[in-house]
Every structure is written in C-alpha cells, then in structure tokens.
C-alpha cells in the first residue's frame, strides 16, 4: 500500500493455482465442455446411425465376404457381394460391428435393392451397437451435467460455511 507493486506476490488466484484447485466457474465450464460433445455424439451420430441400421430390416439378403477391413463401428469396412447379378462393392455404415473379423470372412448382408453400395451385416441390423453406444455417450454427458451443477453449488456452499474448526486455512 506504500506505493510498492506486489505482482510478486502470491495473491489468492496463484494460491489456489499452486494448491491444484479451480474455482466452481471453471470447474462447471470444464464439466460443460465434456458433456457437450458427449451429447453431441450421441444425438447427432450415434442415434441416427442406430436408425440407418434398423432400415435394413427389410432389406435383401445376400452372402457378402468382408473386402476391406478396418474400424468398422467408424464406417471403414467393406463387403464383396452379389446383387442382381453384379459384383457389388458396398461399404458397411458406421455403428457396424465386425472390426475383429479379417479380409474373407463370409457374413450375411441386407441392403436396399435400389442401393447396394450400402450393406448391413445381418447382425447389425438391430442397430444394438450404434444404439448401445449412443446409450452411453448419452450417459456420460447426462452425468457430466450433473456434476457441472452439483460441482459448483457444493464449493459455494463450503465456502459459506466457514472454516472447518481445528483446521488452518493452509490444510485445504
């Protein structure tokens, strides 16, 4: 106060800083950054990939070998199959399980006649992968939501309480 800059000086952001704590602001912000993508996942790939699956149901059957392998859950297989008398080359859409399966494994395919680039496993066609996972990631961010409301209205709470007695303001 006697006209000396004390920037040096540790003030209460640089306590906390060092004692490893954020304030409940940026905790809630931090919380509502790993919901948002998580719903965004879920609504915006997940559910309607589950749907894609599912309007397969009534699709055409064919036996298909696996021509390209990868991760298929992310879109990056392919099947080899015969439709309509034509070799057909069709990619598996994402949320399709069958990623651990190796080039040449035979399956059962459904797809839409008037579309055959795209194919389904038989056993996707529930749409339960795709489905369970946007279960999940929907979960998660439900769950982060939460704690991104509860989080901050507990340390608000804490702090109005007042110190814990017996303790230093040093113990934490």
Do not use: W
């Not at 800059?5 to 905790?27: C, E, F, I, N, Y």
């Not at 809630?28 to 749907?51: F, K, N, W």
């Not at 509860?150 to 309480?161: H, L, N, S, T």
């Amino acid at each position: 106060m006697d006209g000396v800059d004390d920037a040096g000086a540790p003030g209460v952001r640089q306590q906390k800083a060092a004692a490893g704590g954020l304030g409940p602001l940026a905790s809630a912000l931090v919380l509502l950054g790993l919901a948002l993508p998580l719903a965004a996942l879920s609504v915006l790939v997940m559910l309607p990939a589950a749907q894609h699956l599912r309007s397969f149901q009534n699709g055409e059957r064919a036996p298909a070998t696996l021509h390209t392998s990868g991760s298929c859950m992310l879109g990056q297989c392919q099947v080899k199959f015969e439709a309509a008398g034509r070799t057909v080359v069709a990619d598996l859409p994402v949320g399709s399980t069958g990623g651990k399966s190796s080039v040449g494994t035979h399956m059962i395919v459904r797809y839409h006649a008037d579309d055959p680039q795209v194919a389904v496993s038989e056993n996707d066609v529930g749409g339960g992968g795709a489905a369970a996972l946007a279960v999940m990631s929907g979960g998660g961010a439900l769950l982060f939501l939460v704690l991104s409301v509860v989080a901050p209205v507990f340390v608000v709470r804490r702090r109005r309480a007042g110190p814990i007695p017996g303790r230093t303001p040093q113990d934490g």
